[in-house]
């Protein structure tokens, strides 16, 4: 019901959850008729809500992005030792587990995120799948 009225209640032509979303206003400078609506605790609570929720956004797009490409096939025909940029140790890992696709790859012990995104880009640029 807050966020509700947050985002339906208007204060200078906007609706109150633009105005917690600013560092130089927030809920204490909503006028009293808006703020005795809730609680301050209810009030800190959309502010910090309002605040993250760009964050809170792209965290989200990252991850459906991460969890579309952990199902895309590694080609079986790919030879890590012909990947420069690779460290050693991704190059024997990748070599000796043989990963299936980009999210077992993610999941091998001692394999970094840009070991992954190298592995993603060598497989674009050689007729692989789009990693």
């Known amino acids: 019901a807050a966020e509700a009225f947050a985002h339906s209640a208007q204060v200078e032509g906007a609706p109150v959850h633009h105005s917690l979303k600013r560092s ?6 909503l006028p009293p008729e808006i703020r005795g609506q809730f ?56 070599t000796h587990i043989r990963p299936e696709t980009f999210g077992q790859a993610a999941r091998i012990g001692g394999i970094s995120p840009s070991d992954v995104a190298l592995l993603s880009v060598w497989c674009r640029k050689n007729g692989g799948p789009a990693g």
């Open 39 to 94: 609680t301050d605790e209810v009030w800190q609570t959309l502010e910090t809500d309002a605040r993250l929720e760009g964050y809170i956004a792209r965290q989200a797009r990252a991850q459906l992005k991460s969890d579309a490409q952990n199902d895309k096939p590694i080609p079986p025909w790919l030879d890590y030792a012909a990947m420069p940029g690779l460290r050693a140790e991704a190059r024997q890992k990748f």
């Open 24 to 29: 130089d206003r927030g809920y204490a400078h």
